[in-house]
């Protein structure tokens, strides 16, 4: 007997109930189909599973089960609080799947379902109005993610989705051609549940992971990905805060005895502790295995200048102009040329190479020259750890794809098993990939769901007419 559930709180309130409820009544003809995991992909996926039933006539009961007291944790934090729902809707499937260190190649039959344009839709139907700013990144316009829980709320609620919140789910099993689930709350009362067809979506959770290898799924260990490097090195010294808009990022590994060197472009931004911005965040997220592996010690080489052709040797022959443009000023003036580059930044690259910033441009020598040129081109950091990005909070790993058909995320070793958001071996760089995932996954999921469900009852028709 499964008992009540810790109440639910804020604006979610109506969606507390007893768990006493989950025990399906003998002989009532309803399928009834479990979401694991009150996130996005549940969430998305438990909405169209009850719309798309509803709609074809499907008896269908649909149940999200959560383990903490409160929904869509996750999207709450999204982007700062904001919510970054997605990335730009206008670029196509293959462009946005090159987002994705981790299933890039598999998640274009499903964005060919339910990609960005249709997700824009989704939310707009929804009465989300959404903007896109210079970077791609798409906001409610409202710059608060309240307005996108409340609307996936509403959804939920519309459509007759049951959502039982403080109920953990402690194991997972299928026998007589249905699951089930034992759950636990904070009080660690004991209760049970059985369903049709089990929907896993609680995130990167070692206990999930469990429960697939459990039924027959590899996994791929996880590991984090999108974070911060932690570097000391002298020259980033006092430049917390200060951002270069484009440089080139690049990390040197050896993968199974073979060279392999990872680049980025983009911002970088120093930190209190080392560097951030998109570029470093994308390198980490692309080098998250290798990062792992070398626990987190690396040198990276950041070239602060990647426009300038012939690298070294193009660097040195526009410092050679710019010494004879202003042979008189201090090359580390208050208002002499820094090649684009924030004049803090410029400054401490200049001592590095051991040039006094009070130099005039016509005393240095050739030599100090050609060492600030290979400095602005190739600097080496030595990175000694991993720091937390707090916008996103992503894992690299999860069931491998190679066990999910990806039309429907249903599993292709257990009928009725159906997998969506970071539960997969699927994880994208900053920028709304993450919630993408989760939305297209769970959108596919839930509509194959329905669509199993139909199937399903017309059996249970067919039979009992016979």
């Known amino acids: ?22 025990a399906r009544p003998d002989g009532n003809g309803v399928s009834r189909m479990i979401v694991v995991g009150g996130g996005p992909a549940g969430f998305m996926c438990a909405v169209e599973a009850a719309r798309a039933a509803r709609a074809a006539g499907t008896p269908l009961e649909v149940i999200i089960l959560e383990a903490t007291s409160k929904v869509l944790g996750k999207v709450k934090i999204s982007g700062g609080g904001r919510c970054n729902v997605l990335h730009d809707e206008t670029k196509g499937a293959k462009l946005i799947s090159e987002g994705y260190p ?7 039959s499903a964005f060919s379902r339910f ?18 700013e210079g970077d791609g990144r798409m906001f409610p316009v409202t710059d ?91 020259v980033l010294q006092g430049l917390a805060g200060v951002s270069v808009q484009d440089a080139e990022v690049s990390l040197p590994f050896k993968v199974r005895g073979r060279k392999k060197t990872l680049r980025e472009r983009g911002p970088v931004l120093v930190t209190h502790s080392g560097v951030s911005g998109p570029a470093v965040l994308r390198l980490s997220a692309f080098g998250a295995r290798e990062m792992h592996e070398v626990k987190y010690s690396a040198k990276m080489t950041v070239n602060w ?22 042979a008189a000023k201090q090359i580390g003036g208050s208002s002499g040329p820094t090649l684009g580059l924030p004049r803090r930044i410029f400054q401490a690259l200049v001592e590095s190479t051991g040039i006094e910033l009070d130099a005039k441009w016509v005393n240095v020598r ?101």
């Open 305 to 326: 200048l990647p426009d300038i052709d012939r690298g070294e040797a193009g660097a040195t022959e526009q410092l050679e102009s710019m010494k004879k443009v202003f």
């Open 144 to 234: 608060s993610s309240d307005t996108i829980i409340e609307a996936l709320c509403r959804a939920a609620d519309g459509v007759g989705v049951k959502v039982r919140t403080g109920q953990r789910v402690d194991s997972v099993s299928k026998s007589e051609g249905r699951f089930h689930l034992s759950t636990s709350n904070r009080e660690k009362d004991k209760g049970a549940y059985e369903c049709d067809f089990l929907m896993l979506s609680p995130g990167s959770s070692r206990l999930a992971f469990q429960w697939a290898a459990t039924l027959g799924h590899k996994v791929e260990p996880g590991v984090p990905s999108l974070f911060t490097f932690t570097c000391s090195d002298p």
């Open 115 to 132: 990609g960005p344009v249709q997700t824009a839709d989704w939310f707009r139907a929804e009465g989300v109005v959404l903007k896109t």
């Open 366 to 466: 050739a030599a100090d020259i050609r060492k600030l040129a290979a400095r602005l081109v190739r600097s080496e950091l030595d990175i000694s750890g991993k720091g937390a990005f707090k916008e996103e909070f992503v894992t690299a790993g999860g069931v491998k794809l190679e066990g999910v058909e990806m039309k429907t995320m249903e599993s292709k070793e257990v009928p009725g098993l159906f997998f969506a958001g970071e539960v997969l071996d699927v994880d994208g760089i900053t920028g709304g990939y993450n919630l993408q995932a989760a939305w297209t996954t769970g959108w596919n999921a839930g509509r194959a769901i329905a669509a199993a469900a139909a199937h399903l009852e017309a059996s249970h028709t067919a039979a009992s007419s016979s």
């Open 102 to 108: 981790r299933g890039d190649k598999p998640l274009l």
């Open 1 to 22: 007997r499964a008992l009540p559930a810790a109440p639910a709180t804020g604006g979610l309130a109506r969606f507390a109930m007893s768990s006493a409820q989950g």
